[in-house]
């Protein structure tokens, strides 16, 4: 099944497969995704707006046979298929502590149409209990863990009951929120043990760090915290599942905040970075990993991938390491001679094989040197590259390597952004900004005593978009109602990393709605 990949926001949107915003799924789609090496695919659906009412809860023959259509097609490409109930789990599952003969009595009823409509249906389809699964009103995480386990074992126990293929078919069980946390593990562990059924798979979510995958508490790249927490998580679904023979599928795997339409919050060489490291680690510990594809990755109207570099460089990793380097951009100043610049080479295992622009190679000892892991760009090579230096990138070379994907370097023009005065409300204000070439990295926001203002007190960072947001062709920088909704009255001073390195520093006043703002 490895890799997998994710029909999101299509049957699990609410009410219908188009409502948030992607096109009906056709056939050419599905053979696409297919084309591209995914071997399976994960379908996620809510059922809770397609059925009738208690107490037989029959689902919608027109939605149902929708579904069966797509998994139909799907099977005919050679996918292996998992369904499962998506949204049904904060919909109505997660009343299951204060009503649980109306739930169980509503899952059992959805799921014994579902097993039995494809109760002969290839063994390439699987079925899921459920999506991060999660209730109300519990008194901590380990009496959710056993209504988990409940759920569960009454979803395989009524799978296995309805005979057909469904008596061998592969189940998939998640943990408490689909956690990889060790306690939740411990759990599901306990389920299987009890279960004692040779066709179960465990599944977790992946969305990595958190502060790194919403971009807060200053989380802009990919460093040992992210990559800690992505193998921990990891060795711990081998340690407690895999090791013991029971497959494990990371039915969700992406970073939160990476979306097309809010291009910024995640820096491209950094995410980069993630997606190769979340190949490799998983890989080498027998993972089945299915990317979270809501829109963000493949364009389904064009049916092409909306970055080429981003999923060239996830197909390596199913099969090698890539090397990349410790950034993506060379930032060069506007006028003025330019100076050589350094980047340090991550090689995972690979071996360093030169500079490319275009089908052109550059050449060693002039144009760039390299003394161990330290790659130097000659001032003069950085001078031709710039050719007009205008603001902004001038030009794109790729640092190959002995295997995997390249790695695209951005030679950049820029000057220090400038800000200027501006008057505004907490519902509307802009900082007038000239980018000169730069990006926005993160934003902190300080009281002064040096407490962080703003959401999320306890960084300074915010986060990237909820509470700021650049609009370059604008040029200005938004600060969003939710930022201002948790800031006091009186004086706040803003600081703007750039990916340059340079720093803002900015002033705003608030009072009541009114919001003044300036460089001092």
Known sequence: MQPGWNLGNTFDAIPDETSWGNPLTTQAMLHQVRSQGYKSIRIPITWSNH???????????????????????????????????HHDSWQWINTYPADSTTV???????????????????????????????????????????????????????????????????????????????????????????????????????????????NIAGGTKYDSNVEQDLTASFDRVRDTFVSRGIPVIVGEWALLAYDYTRPGIIERGEFLKFIEAVGYHARTRNLTTMLWDAGSFLDRNQLRWRDQVVFDMMKASWTTRSGTASSDQVYLPRTGTIPSRTLTLNLNGTTFQGLRQGSTALAQGTDYTVSGTTLTLTSSALTRLAGNRAYGVNATIEARFSQGAPWQISIISSDTPTQAAATGTTSSFAIPTQFRGDQLATMEAKYADGSGAGPANWTSFKEFWSSFQPDYSAGTILLKPEFFAEVNDGRVTLTFHFWSGKQLTYYITKSGTTVTGGTS
């Open 51 to 85: 059925h009738g009412a208690a107490p037989d809860y029959t689902i919608d023959s027109a939605w149902l046979n929708r579904v069966r259509q797509v998994i139909d097609w799907s099977l005919a490409e050679g996918f292996y298929v998992l369904i499962n109930l």
């Open 104 to 214: 169980m009595n509503r899952y059992t009823a959805l799921w014994r149409q579902i097993a039995g409509t494809f109760r002969d249906y290839s063994p390439k389809l699987l079925f899921e209990s459920i999506n991060e699964p999660q209730f109300a009103g519990t008194s901590d995480d380990a009496q959710g863990d056993q209504l988990v386990n409940t759920l569960n074992t009454a979803f395989v126990r009524l799978v296995r009951q309805t005979g057909g293929t469904n008596a061998t078919r592969v189940l998939v069980l998640p943990t408490l929120h689909t956690s990889s946390e060790q306690p939740r593990l411990d759990v599901l562990s306990s389920t299987f043990s009890s279960l004692r059924d040779p066709n179960l798979a465990a599944t977790v979510h992946f969305y990595g760090w958190w502060p790194f995958s919403v």
